[in-house]
């Protein structure tokens, strides 16, 4: 057992009453917190490290993300939702290579470990090449592969073969992997598909991670099709009756978030794609209001251009006091808290997202000394306002240290680059036909 003291630091706990801590110590044993404040007198540490002018806070979870979709970042620029999809992603998707997948996933982890970011919501494809890139790199993940299901049956993996998959990997890697069903979403899956996915999650005691409501037009179409919006529509097929992400979940009207917050669907807010194309601005203070886990996602970088959780956070409160002329929307630690401990819940780490003792050491140290974090009036708005992902200088999970000083222990970021590189001219240099087609009318 390694026991770890770090001392002097100021500590974010994101606990119950948000409590911050000055000069106080941190104490570890294993992979889990002891003590906080102060260690106790009889606590023999291995290594004690000093953390004067640090600041120690819970590591963040990107709650919905297609991690290995980095080969996409700046691919189709400047085009609404649908010709993203058609003319640029479905295309491209076309040419995906298990290669890619392994690949790229390794080069998301490297940008997601070096801006603080301990674990994520992925949902992609070949997604048992990730989870072997999680246990490698020591991360948590939740993954889900993502299946496209119609009345004549499912494109890629089947719903059999989804269980195998879920069954394979949840709770490996001492419990730091997790793992779902991928159902798409409403708009590309069948009724009956959704209904007979939500069926055997139930049986099976399987989570779901799926996207909705990203749109006006697609909640007309739903509307038109059911007489139900997104939402009501996933609720009435029992989609809802297991541990569930949500991602996007933009337009949600109040009887939509009631039913959020009463079937404890878990939201994940993806602010950079939702302003970058314009998609809308969802109610999240509703959402927290009523009790809905409210999480924040980057969603994949075809989207979102970068895997920066601190640019989902600010984006997450400007984006509200915009639109709302409400200039004390999400302040303090909400969007932080949003970013880790939500995040957390989210994706099924109930012991994880807060520092306390008996949870997780799942953290990151962060180093306030530069000069654009001078001075530090107050720890929550020099934390959200003014951290960028080099300012992460360790990370730590389940008491292990992922990255130190800058330095990722679990990673060789040369050789991903390399591979990245050979994966990626592979791929773009095979045909490209139409994976799928978006015909959600807008
Ligand atoms: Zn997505």
């Known amino acids: 057992m390694t026991h770890i003291l770090l001392k002097h630091a100021t500590i974010v706990t994101l606990n119950d009453e948000d409590a911050i801590l000055t000069d106080a110590d941190l104490a570890i044993a294993d992979d889990r917190i002891v003590a906080l404040g ?3 007198a009889d606590f023999a540490a291995d290594k004690v490290i000093d953390l004067s002018g640090k600041i120690v806070a819970p590591g963040l979870y990107n709650a919905h993300t297609h991690a290995a979709m980095v080969f996409a970042r700046g691919y189709a620029e400047d085009m609404p939702l649908d010709r993203w999809f058609n003319e640029g992603i479905w295309k491209l998707e076309s040419a995906l290579t298990r290669e890619m997948v392994r690949w790229g996933v390794r080069l998301a982890m490297v940008e997601m470990l070096r801006g603080g970011v301990i674990g994520f919501a992925d949902h992609y494809f070949y997604m048992d090449e990730v989870a072997q890139a999680v246990v490698e790199s020591g991360m948590r993940a939740n993954l889900a592969w993502a299946v496209f299901g119609h009345d004549g049956g499912e494109v890629g993996i089947t719903v059999p073969e ?6 394979r990997w949840d709770g490996a890697a001492d419990g730091r992997l997790r793992a779902m069903f991928g159902p798409h979403s409403p708009y590309l899956c069948s009724d009956e598909f959704l209904a007979r996915t939500a069926a055997v999650a139930v049986r099976e005691g399987i989570g779901i991670h799926i996207h909705a409501a990203e749109t006006g037009g697609q909640v007309e179409a ?3 099709a059911y007489d139900m919006t997104p939402i009501e529509l996933l609720h009435d ?3 809802f009756e297991t541990h569930t992400i949500v991602a996007h979940a933009i337009h949600s009207n109040p009887i939509d978030i009631a039913i959020l917050a009463n079937s404890h669907v878990n939201v994940a807010h993806c602010p950079s794609t939702h302003m970058r194309y314009a998609m809308g601005v969802t109610p999240v203070p509703e959402m927290l209001e009523a009790g809905v886990n409210v999480a924040l996602g980057t ?3 075809g989207s979102s ?4 959780l601190w640019r989902e956070i600010r984006l997450a409160v400007v984006m509200q006091r915009q639109a709302r002329n409400d200039p004390e929307a999400l302040g303090g630690l909400t969007p932080l808290r949003m970013a880790a401990r939500n995040g957390a819940r989210a994706l099924g780490f109930a012991q994880s997202g807060v520092l306390a003792p008996g949870f997780q050491a799942d953290l990151m140290v962060i180093d306030a000394s530069q000069t654009h974090y001078q001075p530090i009036h107050s720890v929550p708005a ?3 306002w003014n951290t960028e992902p080099a300012d992460v200088r360790d990370v730590m999970v389940a008491g292990r240290w992922l990255m130190r000083d800058r330095q990722l222990l679990t990673l060789d970021e040369e050789a991903i680059r390399a591979g990245f590189d050979r994966a990626l001219a592979e791929m773009m240099a095979k045909p490209l036909g139409q994976f799928k087609t ?3 009318d807008e």
């Open 38 to 40: 102060e260690a106790p």
């Open 162 to 167: 989804t269980v195998e998959f879920v069954k």
């Open 222 to 224: 739903s509307l038109a």
């Open 237 to 239: 097929r029992g989609l």
């Open 299 to 301: 969603d994949g970088a």
């Open 305 to 308: 251009v970068a895997l920066n």
């Open 382 to 384: 020099s934390l959200v």
């Open 438 to 440: 978006y015909e959600v």
